[in-house]
């Protein structure tokens, strides 16, 4: 532990698995006090031997839950982002109700979240907020990821929007856009495929491995401390040269 992080409080959606709960062990290990929230309660228990005592159901999707769960966490320093859904297929397989869905989860629980946590970071002057967002959609297009890049590029938009709004309020927020990174959700998802789906998941990727969610929570404690206090409004790529 280096205590990056020391002092701080950080708020962290989708902390039972992947990119979230990595972010949530880091952000704990640099020093911070963690508030881990998700759907999977069984999930968020098992953080409570990684440092993390504060744990909290949450479907992001519930803006009154989002508005209590806020109030019940009080003051927090760092806000990450990380619930999502990445949906499979075109436009033509993309119906009103997934489109409608997707949206909801990957973008406007961000919204949610940012409008219940921004009034106590504006009091203090000062806050981080890192959102996930994803290379497919914002750097490069993806096959079957209609629905998904269009959200991750809302995504961008949104980070940037609120960080123009709020530069001068002691507030930043940046996303976070990764490649392939080795979570359950994307081994479920290469699974799925076919007994060849992880390989080609790999085989996309130039480096010819996975990425981490470790190596993506790394990123995420840089742009959460005061060592990134010059970084607003930025899409931070982070995708083993995918999109080169």
Not at 73 to 79: K, N
Not at 97 to 105: G, K, R, T, V
Not at 193 to 221: C, D, H, K, Y
Request: aromatic residues 6%.
């Amino acid at each position: 532990m280096s205590d990056r992080l020391k002092g701080k409080r950080a708020f962290v959606t989708a902390a039972a698995a992947g990119i979230g709960r990595a972010s949530a062990i880091a952000f704990a290990r640099e020093g911070a006090s963690v508030v881990a929230t998700d759907i999977d309660e069984k999930g968020l228990v098992a953080l409570k031997s990684q440092g993390i005592s504060e744990i909290g159901k949450l479907d992001a999707r519930d803006t009154a839950a989002v508005n209590e769960m806020a109030k019940r966490a009080g003051r927090i320093d760092i806000l990450l982002n990380a619930a999502g859904f990445v949906h499979h297929g075109t436009v033509l397989d993309c119906s009103d109700e997934d489109w409608d869905f997707s949206f909801d989860l990957n973008v406007k629980s961000m919204h949610r979240t940012i409008r219940a946590f921004l009034p106590g970071m504006l009091e203090r002057g000062q806050g981080s907020i890192v959102n996930i967002s994803s290379a497919a959609g914002v750097f490069k297009a993806a096959p079957n990821r209609y629905v998904y890049g269009a959200t991750k590029a809302a995504v961008a938009a949104l980070t940037r929007a609120v960080a123009v709004d709020f530069i001068t309020k002691g507030i930043r927020c940046n996303c976070i856009c990764p490649g392939t990174i080795e979570t359950p959700s994307m081994l479920n998802r290469a699974a799925a495929a076919g007994p060849q789906g992880r390989e080609m998941f790999i085989s996309r990727q130039p480096m010819g491995r996975l990425g981490t969610a470790e190596e993506i929570a790394a990123l995420a404690v840089y742009l959460a401390s005061d060592e990134s206090a010059f970084t607003t409004g930025v899409a931070h790529i982070i995708d083993g040269g995918w999109t080169l």
